[in-house]
Every structure is written in structure tokens, then in C-alpha cells.
């Protein structure tokens, strides 16, 4: 079975300080999708990233990075010189492999992130 | 470019009445639909989903139903509202392969007082 776990439920940082949200996924699947959704106050989630279970390199864009560790199984989100406007709930998510059909997506709990002005 | 409508964004209901909500998507053909619930300060829990028209697959077995009458509509449905049915749900669609991602909207915020 898939699980996600995310285990920060909040976080409060102040503004321009880095911030890391942490992902720890269980399957037994040997291919897999990882995700990280982004739901601000509106409520819409919005899609950042998805990453392969076969490419582990370390994804950077712009302030956001990210950081896949198979040998962990973590997946972990930070976000550099945090702003207001990053003040949202982050989900982090997994899938298993193409099937072309249905895709079950599991999702963490989420972590509410409060960036302080 | 693809586009995902959800109606009505917010509804407030007595228990006992029917329920009706709408997602419609633009931009592509026969996507695979979802739709999720999410109770307040809770995570993600998924409904019902579908391949396409007429096809609708259950995950969690509850009063609510859902329908696909035409390619890009999946309508989520109650004939009697329970208080526990309040949250907000989001639909989604599958992106095709090999991106192979969802894709939300921006959701109905349901209240059944």
C-alpha cells in the first residue's frame, strides 16, 4: 500500500529565512511519481512539481528546490528567503507507474506554512 | 490551454436536501476525471473517478453519486445531505502520459448545517 507521510503539520517562519518541509513515501512499487501541490488560502490546489522514481537528481527553480533521497525514501521541499506569499498548505503526493487507466494519487496530510511578515 | 470549472464555489445547504455539483473541463477530450473531498484541516480524500462517459468508478462508499453524462462533465450528486458531507471538493483531471499529472480547480466549498 501507498502512504505518505508529512510529518510537520505547521510551520511559522519569518520572512526571508528558509523553510524545508519534509516527505517520507512507502510503496512497494519500483516505479512511481512524486508530487508537491501548493494550496494558498483560495483553496485550488496548484500542481509545482513531479518527479520520477528513476531520476534522483535535485530539481531548483527559482526559490523552491527539491530534494529526492530513494535511500530514504524522502522527498523534501525548500523554499529559500521565504515570502508572505508562500504562505500556503503544501501536499505532498505519490502515484504509482502508468497503468493507463485509473492513477491512484495517495496524499500527505499537508503542512501549513505561515510565513510572517 | 486546459482549464478546469467548478460550480457553484460556494454552497450552503440544510441537511436532508439534494446536491448538485458541476465540473466541466476545457481544452481536452476524454480526460480522466477525480473528484476529492477534503474535510477542514484534513488531507485529501478521493470520491469517485472515471475513464470516460458513463464510466464511474467508487472509492469510498457514502450517499453521494456521481455522473459523467458527456466527455468533459463529472457531476458529483447527493439526494439527501448529511452534516458530515460538508468540506471542499476539488475536481481534478489526468494529464495523458508520460506527464501523467492532476490537475485541480478551484473547488466548491460546501456547508450542510
Known amino acids: 500500500a501507498q502512504k505518505v507521510t508529512q510529518a510537520q503539520t505547521e510551520i511559522s517562519v519569518v520572512e526571508k529565512e528558509d523553510v524545508t518541509l519534509d516527505c517520507v513515501y512507502e510503496?512497494?512499487?519500483?516505479?512511481?511519481?512524486l508530487f508537491w501541490y501548493k494550496q494558498p488560502p483560495s483553496g485550488e490546489l496548484v500542481f509545482l512539481i513531479r518527479r520520477n522514481s528513476f531520476d534522483e537528481q535535485n530539481e531548483i527553480s527559482g526559490r523552491y528546490s527539491w530534494n529526492f533521497q530513494k535511500s530514504t525514501s524522502s522527498f523534501n521541499f525548500t523554499i529559500t528567503a521565504s515570502q508572505v506569499v508562500d504562505s500556503a498548505v503544501y501536499f505532498c503526493a505519490l502515484s504509482e507507474g502508468y497503468s493507463g487507466g485509473y492513477q491512484k494519487v495517495t496524499f500527505g496530510t499537508g503542512t501549513k506554512l505561515q510565513v510572517i511578515p | 490551454s486546459q482549464t478546469i470549472h467548478q460550480w457553484p464555489a460556494t454552497l450552503v445547504q440544510p441537511v436532508g436536501s439534494p446536491l448538485s455539483l458541476e465540473c466541466t473541463v476545457e481544452?481536452?477530450?476524454?480526460?480522466?476525471l477525480y473528484w476529492y473531498r477534503q474535510a477542514a484541516g484534513r488531507g485529501l480524500q478521493l470520491l469517485f473517478y472515471s475513464v470516460g462517459i458513463g464510466q464511474i468508478s467508487s472509492e469510498v462508499p457514502q450517499n453521494l453519486s456521481a455522473s459523467r453524462p458527456q466527455d468533459r462533465q463529472f457531476i458529483l450528486s447527493s439526494k439527501k445531505l448529511l452534516l458530515s458531507d460538508s468540506g471542499f471538493y476539488l475536481c481534478a483531471r489526468r494529464s495523458g502520459h508520460p506527464s501523467d499529472t492532476q490537475y485541480f480547480g478551484p473547488g466548491t466549498r460546501l456547508t450542510v448545517l
Open positions: 510503496t512497494r512499487d519500483t516505479t512511481y511519481y
Open positions: 481544452g481536452t477530450s476524454n480526460p480522466n
